[in-house]
């Protein structure tokens, strides 16, 4: 299985997370000073402030609710088919926890702010899948 879409490149501070990703496990950084959760990682703990959060990436559950979405209608990169729906999600884990993907129903879905979702992924290829949303039914 190949995608024409953009892969992404893991670097050193993502490799656990699109590892996870490419097994279908959804993961975030904690922060190993304060414990917070946060996605995608910064250099500084946004919640605790340290400069040495020794992220560990944890394995979540994929549920939660839509907080906001679009209707992408124009292909700003190739290998994408227009139109889709992105979808910001707050996960359940954590209040403010939040992760933007694709919702893999399509743009006809009944979809509503608080709209329940799970994780679901696209495999691009053999080795890289991409964290993704469907409505929880």
Do not use: K, N
Request: net charge negative.
């Amino acid at each position: 299985m190949t995608s024409h879409r953009p892969l992404p490149v893991p670097d050193e501070t993502s490799a656990p997370y699109w590892a996870a990703a490419a097994q279908h496990v959804l993961t975030v950084a904690r922060c190993a000073r304060c414990a917070v959760l946060t996605t995608p990682p910064d250099v500084v703990c946004t919640a605790c402030g340290s400069t040495d959060p020794c992220y560990e990436f944890t394995a979540v559950s994929g549920r939660g609710v839509v907080r906001s979405w679009t209707v992408v209608r124009q292909a700003f990169l190739p290998g994408f088919d227009v139109p889709f729906v992105l979808v910001d999600v707050e996960l359940a884990e954590q209040s403010g926890l939040r992760l933007v993907g694709r919702l893999l129903d399509g743009v006809d879905a009944d979809l509503h702010l608080g709209a329940p979702v799970r994780v679901a992924f696209e495999d691009l290829s053999d080795e890289i899948a991409v964290p993704a949303f469907e409505l929880a039914r």
